[in-house]
């Protein structure tokens, strides 16, 4: 089955540690996007990559990284820098670079910082 | 810039009740329209879009208009089921940020039997 996974599930972090965020796709999508979650509050955008070794920053992209050094895999690393990172990560992948194709997500990595 | 507002909740109904969920959006351009649904603990799914003025979206009862005129996307459903209870998000597909979603901030809906 196609799909996107992402892992692990659930991530803890000791403060001042930088931690990776797997996400991975094979679906064949060129457009990979990574989305961060607050409790109550809509899905808003870190950083998104069209093709492979391309990538660029949304809205809320300081204190994160990424890479996207192959197609199918788009993983997002959250730095020490990153002030309040505690929250859900969801991946987003899409068919082709237009408006209408949806995304379709990963089931989510909850990070929580100790 | 892009922004979708969309009512906020707790939105509690009865089964079999009507849904609506209000969804207005402020874009410059042709945005394609969305409905994603979150059940807890999961990523979101698509529920359905509508990508031209006048287009209507549906998918399990669930319905959806654009609107150009009054710039919305409501959400309807003729009869709820318990199984309903999730958020449900409007969104936008931005053209200045690579297509990425631009997300209202989600209603929660509880179905009670």
């Known amino acids: 089955d196609g799909g996107i996974t992402q892992s692990p599930k659930y991530l803890f972090r000791k403060e001042g540690q930088n931690v990776t965020l797997s996400c991975e796709q094979n679906l064949n999508h060129d457009a990979m996007y990574w989305y961060r979650q607050d409790p109550g509050q809509g899905l808003r955008l870190i950083y998104y990559?069209?093709?492979?070794?391309?990538?660029q920053k949304g809205d809320i992209a300081e204190g994160y990284s990424v890479s996207r050094e192959k197609k199918e895999s788009f993983p997002l690393t959250v730095t020490s820098a990153q002030k309040n990172p505690t929250a859900f990560y969801l991946c987003?992948?899409?068919?082709?670079?237009?408006?209408?194709?949806?995304?379709?997500f990963g089931p989510g990595t909850r990070l929580t910082v100790l | 810039g892009d922004s979708v507002t969309q009512m906020e909740g707790p939105v509690t109904l009865s089964e079999e009740a009507f849904l609506t969920i209000n969804c207005t959006y402020t874009?410059?351009?042709?945005?394609?329209l969305f409905w994603y649904v979150q059940y807890p603990g999961e990523g979101l799914q698509l529920l359905l879009k509508a990508t031209k003025a006048d287009d209507k979206g549906s998918n399990k009862g669930f319905e959806a208009t654009y609107r150009k005129e009054t710039t919305s996307f409501h959400l309807e459903k003729g009869s709820v089921q318990v199984s309903d209870s999730a958020v449900y998000f409007c969104?936008?597909?931005?053209?200045?940020?690579?297509?990425?979603?631009?997300f209202g901030k989600g209603t929660s809906l509880l179905v009670t039997p």
């Open positions: 969104a936008l597909s931005a053209s200045n940020s690579g297509y990425a979603l631009n």
């Open positions: 874009a410059t351009g042709y945005p394609s």
């Open positions: 987003a992948s899409r068919a082709s670079w237009d408006r209408v194709s949806e995304q379709f």
């Open positions: 990559s069209q093709i492979v070794n391309d990538f």
